[in-house]
């Protein structure tokens, strides 16, 4: 019962420390000092998640940087999607290839 108490609050708390996180992208926040690169795409695609469940119910979070350098960005952001889901489709071969 300790142990399910104890997972219950790590899956409840898990998204509300990753959501603070999140990209802003709100107008009154004002441009960010410096274009995001790769670096911040990755973080960004890595709480894809989280920053989309908390976009559903709060306005000002978005869940792309619009304010970005370009390919940089996106190329981060991609392989951090790819690092949370797991995506490289190394396991859709069911027998040994």
């Known amino acids: 019962m300790k142990t399910r108490t ?3 609050c790590c899956l409840i708390a898990l998204p509300l420390l ?3 996180c999140a990209p802003q992208t ?10 995001a690169g790769f670096l911040k795409g990755l973080w960004h695609g890595f709480i894809l998640l989280f ?8 306005d000002g ?6 304010h970005n350098n370009g390919n940089l960005y996106n190329l981060g952001y991609v392989l951090g999607v790819m690092l ?3 995506g ?8 040994s290839c």
Do not use: N, Q
């Not at 709100?26 to 274009?35: K, M, T």
């Not at 920053?51 to 709060?58: D, E, I, M």
């Not at 490289?88 to 027998?95: H, I, N």
């Open 18 to 20: 990753a959501a603070g």
């Open 6 to 8: 104890i997972l219950l």
């Open 61 to 66: 979070v978005g869940v792309y940087d619009t």
């Open 26 to 35: 709100h107008p009154s926040a004002g441009p960010p000092e410096a274009p």
């Open 84 to 86: 949370f889901f797991g």
């Open 51 to 58: 920053t989309f469940l908390v976009s559903l119910f709060r």
């Open 88 to 95: 490289s489709g190394g396991g859709a071969c069911k027998k």
